[in-house]
Each structure stands twice: as structure tokens, then as C-alpha cells.
């Protein structure tokens, strides 16, 4: 009798406890399933070049620049940042000699298996600048992009360079820049997080008849170099050219030799805070 007792004892006792546990599983069923945390990121850097080169042009009077970036980024989609050099347009080359170039920028950027597309605005801001004449115009503008991208494998890539403004520097004459950038990443290194790289690029701006009644000259950049990247840091050393003449040259800067070759280095670091976690 006792031992029948104790066996309904506990039978009774295994049938609550599984009706316990079927209760707290039929509880957490019903919860709402734990959101996927949002995919938003703050990238930045900062680097040292010892010319600044816009398509082929120096914007720092072949000088060194200092150079640095801070961008959100979302959902793996959408980015919005601002970007910033200094710079050097002298007064007596007749130009408004701002203390620095800054770059509001936006878009989307995302990637498709070995395809990846980045579209968006930007708008360069020169504050600082003076008149070296009477009447002489402050240069911010904005321009759209396009910058379709193919990887192939790991081998590297090959980007394209669609960029265009109705009013390049607040000239009144359009522009337009296309270019094709390769990149062959080079599997030579045994050294953790160390990877090296050669690329290059090869492009073409057009400048439209400006409000001066001046057609600037349009004109072929490229460029060819190397690098290496170990964590956070890249360091980069290139040739740089165009094929404007030094007359040519100052008919679009108003300087002789601000279009030549150059070799130029730069020193870079970035990181973001999702990657610092």
C-alpha cells in the first residue's frame, strides 16, 4: 500500500513537473522572437598625403595635406558623412585661397554577390575664401556619382567612375569625370593581417564652356602604384599624371605646374566603432 502510494506520489509529481514545463515552453513560444540588432556603424580615419591630387590635379600646391573622414553608415545600404583636407589655392595665382576643403556627402552603397553599387551627392565647401579680384565667384559645388564595382574572386577588382555637376565649381559650366580603377590584391604575404596590392586608374574630365566665356581643356589623368595594409593602416605610393601642357595647365588652375607627374605617398588609418568592439 505504501508502495503504491509513493508510486501515485510520484507519478503526480512527474506529471506536474512536465506540466510545469509544458506551460513555460507554451509561455516562451508565445514571446515575440528577440529583434535582430540594427546594422548602423560610425566609419572614420584620418591620413597624410604628400600632395593632395584631384584627377590629376594638385589641390595643395604640391604640397603636403592632411586629410580625415567621419561617416554613419545603416543597414548596409544607406551612409551619410563628411569628409575634409587642407588645401592650397594661393591669392597671388589669382585664386580664393580657402583654409580647407570640406565635403558633405550621401547614398546608398551595397553590395550583390561579386557586384556592388555606391550612388549618391556631394557637395564641396571652401570656407575661408577671399576675392582676389572684384567680382570673383566662391567655388563650392555639387556633383552626383556613380561608382559600379566587379570583384573578381579574390583576385581583386575593377570599379568604374561616373561623377557630373551642371556647375563645376559654381563656374556655370558643367562637368563630367568617367573612369575605370582596377585593383589585383597580391598573395605574397605570410604575415598575419598584412595583405599588399598594386592598382591604378585611368580617366577622362570634360569642363563645359563656363559663364567667363572660357572653354577649359579637357583632359586624360591616370595613375599606377601600390601598397600595404596591416589592420587599421594603409600605406600608399603612386604615380600620378595628366597629359595637359603646362600652358593648358594654367588655362584650367591658373598655375603652370600644378598638372605634371608626381609620385605621391600617403599614410592612412581606418577603422570603425563596430570593429574597435
Not at 7 to 22: C, E, Q, R, T
Not at 62 to 72: C, D, F, M, S
Not at 132 to 138: D, E, K, V, W
Not at 249 to 258: A, Y
Request: glycine fraction near 10%; proline fraction near 5%; charge should be negative.
Amino acid at each position: 500500500m505504501k508502495m503504491k502510494t509513493t508510486f501515485k506520489a510520484v507519478a503526480a509529481a512527474v506529471a506536474l513537473s512536465a506540466s510545469a514545463n509544458a506551460g513555460v515552453a507554451a509561455d516562451l513560444s508565445a514571446l515575440p522572437a528577440p529583434a535582430e540588432p540594427l546594422m548602423i556603424d560610425v566609419a572614420f580615419g584620418i591620413a597624410g598625403v604628400s600632395d593632395y591630387r584631384f584627377r590629376g590635379v594638385s589641390n595643395s600646391a604640391k604640397n603636403p595635406a592632411v586629410q580625415g573622414y567621419v561617416e554613419l553608415q545603416a543597414f548596409d545600404w544607406i551612409y551619410a558623412g563628411v569628409w575634409s583636407s587642407s588645401v592650397s589655392f594661393p591669392n597671388r595665382f589669382g585664386l580664393t585661397d580657402p583654409s580647407s576643403e570640406v565635403d558633405f556627402y550621401a547614398g546608398i552603397r551595397h553590395t550583390w554577390g561579386a557586384f556592388s553599387l555606391d550612388a549618391g551627392y556631394l557637395y564641396y565647401w571652401y570656407p575661408g575664401e577671399s576675392k582676389a579680384f572684384p567680382g570673383q565667384r566662391q567655388t563650392d559645388y555639387w556633383e552626383l556619382k556613380a561608382l559600379p564595382s566587379v570583384a573578381i574572386g579574390d583576385l581583386g577588382s575593377i570599379t568604374g567612375n561616373i561623377w557630373w555637376s551642371p556647375d563645376y565649381a559654381n563656374t556655370g559650366g558643367d562637368d563630367l569625370y568617367l573612369s575605370l580603377a582596377p585593383k589585383i590584391n597580391l598573395p605574397i604575404s605570410s604575415i598575419p593581417d598584412v595583405a599588399f596590392y598594386v592598382s591604378g586608374e585611368l580617366g577622362k574630365q570634360w569642363l563645359g564652356k563656363n559663364d567667363f566665356n572660357f572653354n577649359p581643356k579637357d583632359f586624360w589623368t591616370w595613375n599606377l602604384g601600390g601598397g600595404l595594409t596591416y589592420k587599421a593602416m594603409t600605406l600608399d605610393v603612386r604615380y600620378s599624371d595628366t597629359n595637359l601642357t603646362r600652358n593648358e595647365c594654367f588655362g584650367n588652375t591658373g598655375v603652370r605646374s600644378w598638372c605634371g607627374s608626381a609620385v605621391v605617398a600617403k599614410i592612412a588609418f581606418d577603422t570603425s566603432l563596430n570593429k574597435l568592439k
